[in-house]
């Protein structure tokens, strides 16, 4: 069974930029996550969306938005990228809430000049 | 308001022997789901035991194990048999109600393993 994939796997990018991450849940799996991991400060909740709707946000400006499609793939876009968005951006995917453990994908790095 | 608080930045180990991980929380939820992940230099989240706070039994997965203290709202991992691929930077992720999708972190403690 494949997990979840994430592309791509680096990028690089300069202020003020736009850029588009994805991501593919496993299969059977309705719920994608979305997590920014910066240096030094853990794993920051950034979207939640379960059947194609956003059903929870995290503290984030609204220049980070995403959007789930209806085979449960997502993606996630930032715009007018700033130097603090530098991170590691994870993607996770379940099968529902509660107990159901979430699966991650290897991230994207993406890098701000 | 759910938080997940790990005091512990960095911890070392001896190969074979054991070590604990700490982790504290705070949630008004009931009924919930604790998790532990481990991330290796390559990056990926993995999944390491999961306890389920109305079960009053440790969770237990090989070498790894969980000290869950429901009232003290504390929930340590325990490795015993410590190997070199145990080196990680471990994650205390939860509480997860029923009808929360997103998990609470905590800053994460980096173990070394040494031989």
């Known amino acids: 069974e494949a997990g979840v994939t994430q592309s791509p796997t680096h990028l690089i990018k300069t202020r003020g930029q736009q850029v588009t991450l994805r991501c593919s849940p496993i299969s059977g799996h309705t719920s994608v996550y979305w997590y920014q991991q910066a240096l030094g400060l853990g794993l920051q909740f950034l979207l939640w969306y379960d059947e194609g709707e956003e059903r929870n946000r995290g503290n984030f400006p609204p220049r980070f938005s995403g959007r789930q499609f209806p085979n449960y793939s997502s993606e996630l876009n930032v715009n007018a990228l700033e130097l603090e968005d530098s991170a590691l951006y994870l993607c996770?995917?379940?099968?529902?809430?509660?107990?159901?453990?979430?699966?991650f994908g290897d991230g994207t790095r993406l890098s701000i000049l | 308001a759910q938080t997940v608080t790990q005091s512990q930045p960095e911890m070392s180990v001896q190969e074979a022997e054991t070590v604990t991980l700490s982790c504290t929380y705070d949630?008004?939820?009931?009924?919930?789901?604790l998790f532990w992940y481990k991330q290796p230099p390559s990056r990926q989240m993995i999944l390491v035991i999961r306890q389920e706070a109305y079960k009053q039994q440790n969770a237990t997965e090989n070498r790894f194990s969980v000290n869950f203290q429901k009232a003290a709202k504390s929930f340590s991992l325990k490795i015993s048999d410590s190997q070199l691929g145990d080196a990680a930077m471990y994650f205390c992720g939860g509480p997860r109600g029923s009808t929360l999708g997103r998990l609470y972190f905590g800053r994460g403690t980096q173990l070394t393993v040494w031989p």
């Open positions: 949630t008004s939820e009931s009924d919930y789901y």
């Open positions: 996770a995917s379940s099968l529902g809430t509660g107990n159901q453990p979430q699966h």
